[in-house]
């Protein structure tokens, strides 16, 4: 779902207090309250620092977060609710993809380059919605031009005005059968530019991103591609010229400088399990050094600049939210100078039977809310009792004690063979009120959760 952003970074949650914030994470992710108190600080100082004046907000750096946590409590949840509440260009990324330089896999800075493409993006969409209409009147003018036969010649006695007049009733004719839908079987041939996808090679020690901006730049004509006739209907040729239209109304370097300026000021990422890079190796050899892949973090965590095909983008001021289980690693065990730079610590607490049952029923997308909504589609009525529903909660309570506790992802698992029966049978069922009840829950798991070789493999 794209999260938009008003020109300025100043949004209408800046009128959102701490708990206001928190009141707005409840109605998606239950419980964590010290985890929504810690995010909900930061971002109502990052509206706080957008009112000091120029040359003290420069200095005022954000306050990164650092959750810890097992999986499937809310970290992730929470920091892409949070996005969402405040508009601000959001990105999500694993710290185990990343590699130290040398090493096969993604660079550090590719992160913030993904958040960039991520902002221009939204700016494009709302700059679309602002040109939309004027590129609709623009591909109905178009569109009338190729219908209409080209004006003839006027004889040398013939009254100019009078045959203006007469073609202008024509025009306004095909616009009116146009609009009304009547032109729609109607044939078209349309100049339609075609892509063009040069090959080349990559030089050794450059990187992608590089080779993309010297290209285009060196090569402008190259990536223009050519024209060619297409045939299409009415409908399907007034599309294409819309979104034509709309790439020709739309300034792209504008779009670009807003993108950058927006993720310098309010861009959010979120890096998970950074648990995995946590630790010193004792041993040396051919692999990558999760240490060395913290020291490669480092200076896009503490303010860098980077290189992007829209511009140079500085990091100073992007909140960064970080997340690990630290199961076998701690917090400590990261260097120094990464810890130093996750000042807010917060701990999430592990879910029980209680918050399972909240999280079934209570959060806007609660699961039982949307397999109700599925089974709505096929005309069956499914109703879920509160015993049922405290049985689902027992039940993945159950599992999560007795293999891996993943959190509120058992339950996702738990309610996907509950319901196996009705939504493979669902549309022949004879009886479309189907209610889920105590007894149709312990039919359906209780075999597989009292065998825990099975569940294991099942659940």
């Given at each position: 779902?794209?999260?938009?952003?008003?020109?300025?970074?100043?949004?209408?949650?800046?009128?959102?207090?701490?708990?206001?914030?928190?009141?707005?994470?409840?109605?998606?992710?239950?419980?964590?309250?010290?985890?929504?108190?810690?995010?909900?600080?930061?971002?109502?100082?990052?509206?706080?620092?957008?009112?000091?004046?120029?040359?003290?907000?420069?200095?005022?750096?954000?306050?990164?977060?650092?959750?810890?946590?097992?999986?499937?409590?809310?970290?992730?949840?929470?920091?892409?609710?949070?996005?969402?509440?405040?508009?601000?260009?959001?990105?999500?990324?694993?710290?185990?993809?990343?590699?130290?330089?040398?090493?096969?896999?993604?660079?550090?800075?590719?992160?913030?380059?993904?958040?960039?493409?991520?902002?221009?993006?939204?700016?494009?969409?709302?700059?679309?919605?602002?040109?939309?209409?004027?590129?609709?009147?623009?591909?109905?003018?178009?569109?009338?031009?190729?219908?209409?036969?080209?004006?003839?010649?006027?004889?040398?006695?013939?009254?100019?005005?009078?045959?203006?007049?007469?073609?202008?009733?024509?025009?306004?004719?095909?616009?009116?059968?146009?609009?009304?839908?009547?032109?729609?079987?109607?044939?078209?041939?349309?100049?339609?530019?075609?892509?063009?996808?040069?090959?080349?090679?990559?030089?050794?020690?450059?990187?992608?991103?590089?080779?993309?901006?010297?290209?285009?730049?060196?090569?402008?004509?190259?990536?223009?591609?050519?024209?060619?006739?297409?045939?299409?209907?009415?409908?399907?040729?007034?599309?294409?010229?819309?979104?034509?239209?709309?790439?020709?109304?739309?300034?792209?370097?504008?779009?670009?400088?807003?993108?950058?300026?927006?993720?310098?000021?309010?861009?959010?990422?979120?890096i998970d399990e950074i648990d995995k890079i946590a630790g010193r190796e004792g041993a040396h050899g051919p692999e990558v050094s999760r240490e060395g892949v913290q020291r490669d973090i480092l200076p896009i965590v503490e303010g860098t600049t980077?290189?992007?095909?829209?511009?140079?983008?500085?990091?100073?001021?992007?909140?960064?939210?970080?997340?690990?289980?630290?199961?076998?690693?701690?917090?400590?065990?990261?260097?120094?100078?990464?810890?130093?730079?996750?000042?807010?610590?917060?701990?999430?607490?592990?879910?029980?039977?209680?918050?399972?049952?909240?999280?079934?029923?209570?959060?806007?997308?609660?699961?039982?809310?949307?397999?109700?909504?599925?089974?709505?589609?096929?005309g069956i009525t499914l109703t879920f009792t509160d015993d049922a529903v405290r049985r689902i909660a027992d039940f993945a309570t159950i599992v999560n004690d007795r293999t891996e506790n993943i959190g509120a992802r058992r339950l996702h698992t738990?309610?996907?063979?509950?319901?196996?029966?009705?939504?493979?049978?669902?549309?022949?069922?004879?009886?479309?009120?189907?209610?889920?009840?105590?007894?149709?829950?312990?039919?359906?798991?209780?075999?597989?959760?009292?065998?825990?070789?099975?569940?294991?493999?099942?659940?």
């Amino acid at each position: 779902m794209p999260i938009y952003l008003p020109e300025s970074t100043q949004t209408s949650t800046e009128s959102l207090t701490p708990r206001q914030i928190v009141a707005e994470l409840d109605k998606y992710v239950i419980g964590q309250a010290a985890a929504k108190r810690a995010v909900a600080i930061a971002l109502r100082n990052r509206m706080r620092r957008q009112k000091l004046p120029p040359e003290l907000a420069e200095e005022v750096a954000p306050k990164n977060i650092l959750m810890i946590g097992p999986t499937g409590v809310g970290k992730t949840e929470i920091a892409r609710r949070l996005a969402r509440l405040a508009q601000s260009p959001f990105i999500k990324v694993e710290a185990s993809k990343y590699t130290e330089v040398g090493y096969v896999g993604r660079d550090v800075e590719s992160m913030v380059r993904d958040l960039v493409e991520l902002g221009v993006d939204m700016v494009r969409a709302e700059r679309l919605e602002e040109v939309r209409g004027k590129a609709s009147q623009n591909a109905e003018e178009r569109l009338l031009d190729i219908l209409l036969p080209p004006p003839r010649t006027l004889a040398p006695d013939e009254d100019t005005a009078s045959a203006r007049d007469q073609q202008g009733q024509t025009r306004e004719r095909f616009r009116e059968q146009l609009r009304a839908g009547r032109l729609d079987a109607r044939v078209v041939e349309v100049d339609a530019r075609e892509k063009a996808f040069p090959s080349f090679e990559i030089i050794a020690g450059s990187s992608v991103e590089e080779v993309d901006i010297n290209l285009k730049d060196m090569l402008p004509g190259l990536f223009q591609g050519k024209t060619r006739k297409r045939r299409m209907k009415v409908p399907e040729a007034l599309e294409f010229l819309t979104q034509e239209e709309e790439q020709k109304l739309i300034d792209m370097d504008s779009v670009s400088k807003t993108a950058v300026e927006r993720v310098e000021q309010s861009g959010i990422i979120f890096i998970d399990e950074i648990d995995k890079i946590a630790g010193r190796e004792g041993a040396h050899g051919p692999e990558v050094s999760r240490e060395g892949v913290q020291r490669d973090i480092l200076p896009i965590v503490e303010g860098t600049t980077v290189n992007t095909k829209h511009g140079m983008v500085r990091t100073d001021h992007i909140l960064f939210i970080a997340a690990g289980a630290f199961h076998v690693s701690k917090p400590s065990d990261l260097i120094p100078e990464l810890q130093g730079r996750f000042p807010i610590r917060v701990e999430l607490q592990a879910l029980g039977k209680e918050e399972f049952v909240r999280i079934l029923t209570e959060p806007r997308s609660a699961l039982v809310k949307q397999y109700t909504a599925l089974m709505e589609t096929e005309g069956i009525t499914l109703t879920f009792t509160d015993d049922a529903v405290r049985r689902i909660a027992d039940f993945a309570t159950i599992v999560n004690d007795r293999t891996e506790n993943i959190g509120a992802r058992r339950l996702h698992t738990v309610m996907e063979k509950l319901l196996d029966e009705i939504s493979f049978e669902g549309p022949d069922l004879a009886e479309k009120r189907v209610q889920i009840d105590d007894a149709y829950v312990q039919k359906m798991l209780a075999e597989i959760v009292k065998n825990e070789d099975l569940s294991r493999y099942i659940l």
